[in-house]
Every structure is written in structure tokens, then in C-alpha cells.
């Protein structure tokens, strides 16, 4: 067991809007067993995300384990719509910005 | 079906940036059978459609529209852009047409048959529907619409299907231009009227919208060709540097969706849940298994927006570490300094603080509590009624940061003024609607006209 940042691990970490209500981020590796291990490693749940970004869980509108993708995506509800008053990053395009140095042991 | 067709792509979201015309011209050495563009967008924000407004430039629009209009006309293929003008209203197709008959007319272009298709579900049929009792339902956990959204609305569009554009494709138009549908539709509504199954087409749609987005490694603003067969889908890359893998086409099923397997269209749903990727060539990689579930209802998505206020910003920069460390006190304190005036931050007037350097991008989400940076700068964004309070509320609450009253050695100003006189912005808008409403009909709400450009002068 070793402990990596995300980073090293995943080939791409984005977030972006889903409609002007959502943002989904998508975590996708490039090799299946990294993906499979990361996805057992219990690293990435609807719970360890909404603490990441303390948000309530109900917040996380959808978690899915995209095999055909080898990714990990999920979708929070937004707190403002895009470029709506008092927002600021209209296409949600820099949320996944903790995801970078997020650990996870496999 | 047993003819296959192929769709070059050259830009998603056409004119937010122009295409690159490399690959684009590469890809025109292939035979194609139409060349099609979405041009619309909600990611652009309220504004938009709010103010039936635009937010590409029209120098980026001609290029796009140019290069798309003078391939078309001269390989004698259909050309279809869709959800004109960013954001789909009917005056962006009337500024579309305009374009078109211009490059059209400065190029001497032998005459051409011309479709657009423009939106008839306006505000008034809207209250008409909610004075029937229709329901018009909410998407992503919003309420229903209610009177008063309706009322709060300056701007809005209904997003149509694929079966208006089948049919202008079908009465044999050269060039169709719509008004807001969704973007999969575009290139869905070609491939209908060619035969195609709807398995094949709305999936086509989907994974060509975005143009070289479906791609690897990451480039925008390049050209793909699509090719539709009876129970498959293939798609390539045309810049040299760019491949469509099995790994670049299911990363793209999930991207901007929230659903990787399943995506809503106006009749029903593309099910990407049995889809197999096989690369099948260097640049291509062949879909098998998509299919499109019909919905028993016929249901298009609404979208609307609505002004709020006018809007100013002053930036301003922090270099003193002590007040970086104390940032939220100063701020604090210039918020008073505003209530005084103006009363409750959020009633009359709302002024935001987005202090960059600290957690302006994230808000209450971001997990990093302290600031590391040694210096801050402030958007200071006041909205209100009239650009004359807005500009008010902004310089008083940019002047209270530098007048602010902190612990400090610094006696001679607390911010370091990017600007003093507020930056005029424009106003804020709010999405009204993003909901859907179920008709009875998908073609008659959405009318086709057709004409002749570059023909005989009607006298």
C-alpha cells in the first residue's frame, strides 16, 4: 500500500458545467487496474467528496463508477447557476482544483 | 440503410474561438456529405439571452461562417449551423441569414436554397400554457415554473428536436440555419433525413457536437468527420496531432453531462450503456451498440433569463501582510461602512467580495483555509437597479478597503487601487428557465422558411 496524490494517479481531473445548474467532474485513469484499484480503495465516495469540499452530501446529485471510461465522476447541484449574480467561474472549469493533491492510498 | 454518410465537424460552439482552418481543409479532402455546426451554448452564462445579445464576436462568426458557407457551396453538400448567435434566439438567425447573404453576395455565389427555422414558443404562449394548468416541470432540482418566473423573464428560447431540421434537410435546403436546438439534433437531423436509424443518429450527434473535444490530446477548435453506417459510428481526427481512441470517445459520452450512459433529447433518450469503442485506424475509433429509447411524450427544454441589475467592479490588490492575514476584518468592515448607506447587503442592492488569492473561486467549497499567498487581489462587483447606485455601492465598497481599519503600520491607504473610477460592466442577468414543457407537436412550434439567396430579385 502506498499513498499517492491524485495526480499521479489519474490521466485527467476536470470539472465542468452540466446545464447551467450543475457541475460534473470527471476523474478519469489511464490504465484499468489503477482505476479498479482506486475505486476499491474507497478514496472516492459521495462521502469523502462532500467532505473534501464541505458540502452536504445531498449536494452530489450523481456518482457513478464509469467503467467503459475508467473514470470516477460526480456531480454537485451548484450554490449560484452559472454566470449568474455573485458567481465566479462561469463554465464551473476550475472546481476540481483539490481533487489535484487529494491522497489516496492503494 | 445502406449508404454510408460522413459529417465534417469544425468547431463546437462555433465562433467562441475560431476554427482552425489546417484541419478543417485537410478534413475537405475526404468526400463528405455535409458539413454542420452547433453554435450555441448555455456555459456563456444568462447574459446572452437575457439581453438577446451575443457573446462572439461577428469578425469570429463571418470567419466561421465563411469557411463553413464557401466549402459547402463548392462541394455542393448541405450545411446546417444550429442555435445561431450563441444563444439560439430568432433574431441570432436573422443575424446569421445577414451573414450568409453578405460572404454570399461578396463572393458572387451561384444561387442557393437558404433554411432557417426559428422559434415560435415565445412568453406569451408560455402564460397561456401555465393559465391552462400545463405543468412546466424543472430540471436539476428546480421548482416548477411559476407566474412569476415567467414574469422575471426577458429572454428566452424552446431548444427543438431533430425533426424540424430533418425536414428542411429533406425539402432538399443547401444551407439551414436555426434557432436554439439541442446540440446533438444538428447532426442527428442530417443523418435522419439520410436515412439513418435514430440509434445511429442521435448518438452521431452526440459525439460529434463538440468537435475536436472527442479527440486526444487536448486541442479545441479542430475539425472531425463523422461517418454513419446501418448499426455503427466512426469518427477521426483530422489534425495530424490528433487521434480519436476508445478511451477519447467514452471520456467524452461523460463530458459536461451528468450522466455518462444516458442523454436527454427532445423524443427521447440516447442510451450509451451497450456502446463498444474499437480503434480501427490510427486517427478512428468505431461506436457500436448506442441506441435511442423514443419517449412516449414529446417534451423540449426551455431556457430563459432575466435581468437583475446593473453591474460595476473595482479591482483592488493587498500587499501588506498584515492586512492579507485580516482580510475577512477589512472586508467586514467595509460591508458596514455600505450598510450605512444602503442598508442590507441583498435587498436593494448586492455587493460581492471575490477575493482571489483567498477562496474567490471556490466560495464556502474550498478545503484550503488559509491564505498562502503574499498578496490578494479583490473584485469588488456591486449590482443594482441603475448604473449610477451600482457605480456608488462600488467605490464605496472598494474605498472602505482602503480607508479600512485594521492593525497596521501602513497609515496611508489599505489597498493598492487597480482602478478608482468603476469598470462599467454589463448587467446581470439570472437564469428564469431551465425546465421543460411537453408539446404535441415537434415540427409546428418551430417554422421553416425557405429561399433563394444570390437568386432573381423578387420585383
Known amino acids: 500500500m502506498k499513498t499517492y496524490k491524485l495526480n499521479e494517479l489519474a490521466k485527467t481531473i476536470r470539472s465542468k458545467n452540466a446545464g447551467p445548474d450543475n457541475i460534473t467532474f470527471d476523474i478519469i485513469f489511464a490504465e484499468k487496474d489503477i482505476y479498479e484499484k482506486v475505486k476499491k480503495s474507497g478514496a472516492i465516495t459521495k462521502e469523502t467528496i462532500a467532505r473534501l469540499y464541505s458540502a452536504p452530501e445531498n449536494k452530489i446529485v450523481t456518482f457513478v463508477e464509469y467503467d467503459p471510461g475508467n473514470a470516477l465522476k460526480f456531480t454537485f447541484q451548484r450554490n449560484k447557476s452559472n454566470g449568474t449574480l455573485g458567481e465566479s467561474d462561469l463554465f464551473g472549469c476550475q472546481q476540481y482544483g483539490p481533487l489535484i493533491n487529494y491522497e489516496v492510498t492503494i | ?459
Open chain 2, 1 to 459: 440503410m445502406d449508404k454510408i454518410i460522413k459529417v465534417i465537424c469544425p468547431n463546437g460552439h462555433l465562433s467562441y474561438a475560431r476554427m482552425e482552418k489546417g484541419s478543417f481543409d485537410l478534413g475537405l479532402q475526404t468526400k463528405l456529405d455535409a458539413i454542420c455546426a452547433d453554435a450555441g451554448s448555455n456555459d456563456v452564462g444568462p447574459y446572452p439571452l437575457g439581453a438577446d445579445s451575443c457573446t462572439s464576436p461577428e469578425t469570429w462568426q463571418r470567419y466561421d461562417i465563411e469557411n463553413m458557407l464557401l466549402a459547402a457551396r463548392k462541394l455542393k453538400i448541405p450545411m446546417i449551423i444550429g442555435s445561431a448567435n450563441d444563444c439560439g434566439s430568432n433574431k441570432g438567425v436573422d443575424k446569421f441569414v445577414r451573414i450568409v447573404r453578405e460572404i454570399a453576395q461578396e463572393h458572387k455565389l451561384p444561387p442557393f436554397k437558404l433554411a432557417t427555422i426559428r422559434c415560435a414558443i415565445d412568453k406569451k404562449h408560455i402564460q397561456s400554457a401555465l393559465e391552462k394548468g400545463e405543468r412546466i416541470q424543472g430540471l436539476d432540482g428546480r421548482a416548477d415554473l411559476t407566474r412569476k418566473d415567467l414574469h422575471n423573464t426577458d429572454g428566452m428560447v424552446a431548444v427543438m428536436g431533430a425533426e424540424p431540421i430533418q425536414r428542411a434537410v429533406e425539402t432538399g435546403a443547401d444551407i439551414i440555419i436555426t434557432s436554439r436546438t439541442s446540440d446533438c439534433c444538428i447532426f442527428a437531423s442530417f443523418a435522419l433525413a439520410r436515412g439513418s436509424s435514430k440509434d445511429m443518429a442521435y448518438y452521431f450527434g452526440k459525439v460529434m457536437e463538440c468537435a475536436s473535444f472527442c479527440a486526444e490530446p487536448y486541442m479545441g477548435k479542430e475539425s472531425i468527420i463523422g461517418t454513419v453506417g446501418k448499426d455503427y459510428v466512426i469518427v477521426e481526427a483530422c489534425h495530424p496531432g490528433q487521434r480519436c481512441t476508445p478511451a477519447s470517445l467514452a471520456g467524452h459520452a461523460m463530458y459536461e453531462r451528468k450522466d455518462p450512459f444516458y442523454e436527454e433529447v427532445a423524443g427521447g433518450t440516447i442510451d450509451m450503456r451497450e456502446c463498444r469503442y474499437e480503434q480501427i485506424s490510427e486517427k478512428a475509433t468505431r461506436v457500436t451498440g448506442q441506441k435511442f429509447i423514443k419517449a412516449k411524450d414529446y417534451y423540449v427544454k426551455l431556457e430563459g433569463a432575466g435581468r437583475i441589475g446593473e453591474r460595476r467592479y473595482i479591482i483592488v490588490g493587498i500587499r501588506d501582510p498584515m492586512t492579507v492575514a485580516n482580510i475577512t476584518k477589512a472586508i467586514d468592515w467595509a460591508k458596514d461602512k455600505v450598510v450605512e448607506q444602503f442598508g442590507k447587503n441583498g435587498k436593494d442592492y448586492h455587493l460581492f467580495y471575490h477575493v482571489y488569492g483567498q477562496n474567490a473561486i471556490l466560495g464556502e467549497m474550498e478545503p484550503v483555509k488559509e491564505i498562502k499567498s503574499h498578496e490578494l487581489c479583490i473584485a469588488v462587483e456591486a449590482v443594482a437597479s441603475t448604473a449610477e447606485k451600482a457605480d456608488t455601492i462600488a467605490t464605496l465598497g472598494a474605498r472602505s478597503i482602503f480607508y479600512a481599519r485594521l492593525k497596521t503600520k501602513g497609515t496611508a491607504g489599505g489597498a493598492a487601487l487597480l482602478t478608482d473610477e468603476p469598470l462599467v460592466a454589463k448587467p446581470v442577468y439570472n437564469w428564469t428557465m431551465n425546465h421543460i414543457m411537453k408539446i404535441d407537436d415537434p415540427y409546428k412550434h418551430f417554422p421553416i422558411t425557405i429561399e433563394t439567396v444570390n437568386g432573381e430579385e423578387k420585383k
